[in-house]
């Protein structure tokens, strides 16, 4: 795959970003990069707006301040399957991965998550970030941070947990000091 060859030749530093269709990966890279990745990746107003499975040639990568950041389609779809990842996805060539999750955790984000540590090896830094935190109270933070320990073992495999809004800029700071962008 043309992915993989890229990424085994660049020098540079790579950020991949995971999750869920419309779990708000393309608006967290725009963030990151204070706007000025380029290209400029995709906001979608539904799901499946970054796609890789068109006859097209994809956008493999974004590049900020000499870093590139890998803004993959939303998994667990037809046109792209958790299968298609664990075939084809270069995880040990990424030097961290930063996986979204929306909203309640399926069986797919538990498999997508053990994909993750199984296939980067503990080579790569990983971060879980819960989005669309303007809507959680601290109520829900607790018990949310108590199901991802649970579900994820965040301690177990030294994996931060940060809330972020990707409309309100809440966690993005953290977020960037943590990846060094
Ligand atoms: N309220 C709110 N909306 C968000 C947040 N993050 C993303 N969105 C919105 O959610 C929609 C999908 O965002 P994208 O960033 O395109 O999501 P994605 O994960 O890249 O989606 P795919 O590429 O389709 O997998 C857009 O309308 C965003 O504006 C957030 O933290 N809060
Ligand atoms: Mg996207």
Not at 141 to 168: A, C, G, T
Request: with cysteine; hydrophobic share 35%; charged share 25%.
């Amino acid at each position: 795959m043309k992915l993989a060859a890229l990424l085994e030749e660049a020098e540079s530093r790579k950020i991949a970003f995971i999750g869920q269709p419309g779990a708000g990966k393309s608006s967290l890279l725009l963030k990151l990069t204070n706007g000025k990745c380029e290209p400029k990746p995709n906001i979608g107003q539904g799901t499946d707006t970054t796609d890789w499975s068109s006859g097209r040639e994809p956008v493999w990568y974004h590049l900020y301040n000499g870093t590139y950041f890998i803004d993959t389609p939303g998994y667990d779809t037809k046109a792209h399957p958790l299968r298609s990842y664990r075939e084809y996805f270069p995880f040990q060539n990424v030097d961290a991965i930063v996986f979204v999750i929306r909203g309640k955790i399926h069986q797919s984000d538990e498999d997508m998550f053990r994909l993750i540590m199984d296939k980067s090896k503990c080579t790569s830094t990983v971060v879980l970030v819960r989005g669309y935190a303007e809507d959680l109270t601290e109520e829900d933070r607790k018990s949310l941070e108590q199901e991802f320990n649970e579900k994820f073992k965040l301690k177990r495999y030294h994996v931060s947990l940060i809330f972020v809004s990707n409309r309100l800029g809440e966690g993005i700071t953290e977020l960037q000091s943590l990846l060094n962008i």
